[in-house]
């Protein structure tokens, strides 16, 4: 039996449906001259925006998804759940105060909350475990699991470098803001559901 129930892979899995089918079909929508390789996700959803209702749902989907994997995912240790809800919130969050004309600070604090906490949680999702030393005197130490260590940091990194990229882009006025911010956004939506399969194969210890 697994030790992660299985409807959290129905969360999961939502995540990257209502982004990517979001976008997809909000950008359908949009009259012509929409560009999706220089504006934004955001802009799809703001005030004004012709059928921002698609993107408003994919939006806050993707939070709502996140939050329930971060409930279901019992083998991510509690800072790396912690974070994963916190995206999650803070994705439902900037869908509440959306992008507008004039700018709103309260929606670009959300999403770089969001888009944060949502790169950093697989390094922190890592259980640590007490290792007992051999000899002498020297206290117990808690050091995170070896085998999946290095891949969650390997995780991270490559969100970071993307996120750090979409900055770039961002802050320079870049012509590929809406390229790089769909790529960090979609590979953050994806790795929860990497982690839940994995998580899945694992096998409840036997009494």
Known sequence: MSVV?????????GAPLFLVGGWTVAQAAQPDGFDPVRQTISA??????????IMTLGLAGLGLCHLVTALGLVT???????????????????????????????????AGVAFGALAVW???AVPW???????????????????????????????????????V????D??????TERLVAAAEAVVPLA?????????????
């Open 195 to 207: 982690a839940v399969l994995a998580a899945l194969t694992r096998r409840r210890p036997q009494p």
């Open 76 to 110: 991510a240790a509690p800072a790396g759940r912690g974070l994963l809800a916190l995206g999650g919130l803070a994705t439902v969050v900037l869908v509440v105060f959306p992008q507008r004309p004039d700018g709103s600070i309260t929606h670009v604090a959300a």
């Open 5 to 13: 129930p299985r409807w959290v892979l129905l969360s999961a899995g």
């Open 169 to 172: 882009e961002f802050f320079t």
């Open 129 to 167: 475990r007490t290792e007992r030393p051999t000899a002498g005197d020297q206290p117990e130490m808690a050091t995170p699991s070896g085998p999946a260590r290095w891949p969650a940091f390997a995780v991270t990194a490559l969100l970071l470098g993307l996120l750090g990229w979409f900055a």
């Open 122 to 124: 697989p390094a922190l």
């Open 44 to 53: 799809l959803a703001a005030t004004g925006a012709d059928h921002r209702w």
């Open 174 to 179: 870049g012509a590929w803001i809406g390229l």
